[in-house]
């Protein structure tokens, strides 16, 4: 027993030296530290709400809002310049201009309006504001070389037509940004945090009226109405010259032939072309009178052009001559009595 008791004593100290196992607490709370780091370096979910998908419609509405008012204010600049028709018709060039800057405005925002791409329950809408625009641009387009050659024209009606189915295309396009304004006001009415829900008003034709053909008349008649229009006889030479005595008769040197020159002045506002120049010669004893023509192709407002007329027969021997001259009238010309002018004269 002594034996077996010291074996057992000699095995104890092995039992007693075993390592002891370690705590796997430290190694869970450095898991959850990186954990809970992760998240918030990476901004995962924990704890955070998530952000609300956008909202197509109104950002939509944002792309399009710029173009309504563009569009609506270009209204304003139209129904403006139709007002001023009178006054600008005054200049080819000017009315050509104008109707030149509205026409690239509104081909630009035609072309601004593809660049949106509209949600699917917006697709319509736009669909029409982009006709709309579209339409606003032919019109312009097709409508500013009509009302360009018809500054000069005397016949306006040549026009009418032209100008008829233009302004059509404006009361159809006023139709369609109707719809679009109506459909896009519907469809975002009542989101939240957005200020504005309205859409300005666009309407190139307030009065559907002027696309008929009286409106379209009266429209053209705008470019008649106080405009000053005209031409005028400023002076008429003789060669050989005379002297005038008491009674108002000039008396020329003896000469068998007479050369007149005649001085006209453009006196309106706008370059006038293809007039008339005439003189008519006769006496007390040839009353039958000797007449010459020339034209005169254009005169600037404000310039004088002078037109020559060489080999006029007068009547000799103290006769009595008569000597009229004259220049066509233009367009709305009101004052005509000096687009005449008599002399009378006696060749010695």
Not at 2 to 10: A, V
Not at 24 to 35: E, G, T, W
Not at 47 to 54: A, F, L, S
Not at 78 to 96: H, I, K, P, V, Y
């Amino acid at each position: 027993m002594w034996g077996e008791r010291n074996i057992y004593r000699s095995r104890t100290p092995r039992f007693t030296r075993r390592r002891r196992r370690r705590s796997p607490a430290p190694a869970i709370v450095l898991a959850v530290i990186l954990l809970l780091l992760g998240c918030w370096v990476f901004n995962l979910t924990c704890g955070r709400k998530k952000e609300k998908p956008p909202n197509l419609a109104l950002e939509y509405l944002n792309r399009a809002r710029p173009l309504a008012e563009a569009t609506a204010a270009q209204a304003t600049t139209w129904s403006q310049f139709l007002s001023r028709l009178g006054e600008l018709a005054t200049s080819r060039e000017e009315l050509d201009s104008r109707l030149r800057e509205l026409e690239e405005q509104c081909r630009e925002l035609w072309e601004r309006s593809g660049e949106i791409e509209p949600p699917p329950e917006l697709e319509r809408a736009h669909a029409s504001l982009t006709m709309c625009l579209e339409y606003r641009y032919r019109a312009v387009q097709r409508i500013r070389p009509d009302l360009v050659n018809a500054v000069e024209a005397q016949d306006l009606s040549a026009y009418a037509p032209g100008v008829t189915d233009n302004l059509r295309l404006l009361v159809f396009s006023d139709g369609f940004y109707r719809y679009f304004r109506e459909e896009v006001t519907e469809k975002v009415k009542g989101i939240e945090g957005m200020e504005r829900q309205d859409l300005p008003e666009a309407a190139w034709i307030g009065d559907w009226s002027l696309a008929t053909p009286s409106g379209v008349d009266s429209i053209l008649k705008a470019f008649r109405r106080g405009e000053l229009r005209g031409v005028a006889i400023t002076q008429v030479a003789l060669d050989p010259a005379g002297k005038s005595d008491a009674s108002g008769v000039l008396r020329l040197p003896r000469t068998g032939s007479l050369t007149v020159t005649v001085s006209v002045e453009n006196q309106g506002g706008r370059v006038e072309r293809d007039l008339v120049v005439s003189v008519k010669l006769y006496s007390d004893v040839r009353t039958s009178p000797a007449r010459q023509e020339q034209s005169i192709s254009q005169i600037a407002q404000g310039s004088t052009v002078k037109v020559t007329f060489k080999g006029l027969k007068p009547a000799t021997g103290g006769v009595r001559n008569v000597l009229e001259v004259s220049v066509s009238t233009v367009p709305g010309e009101v004052v005509v009595d000096n687009n005449r002018k008599t002399l009378y004269f006696i060749v010695e």
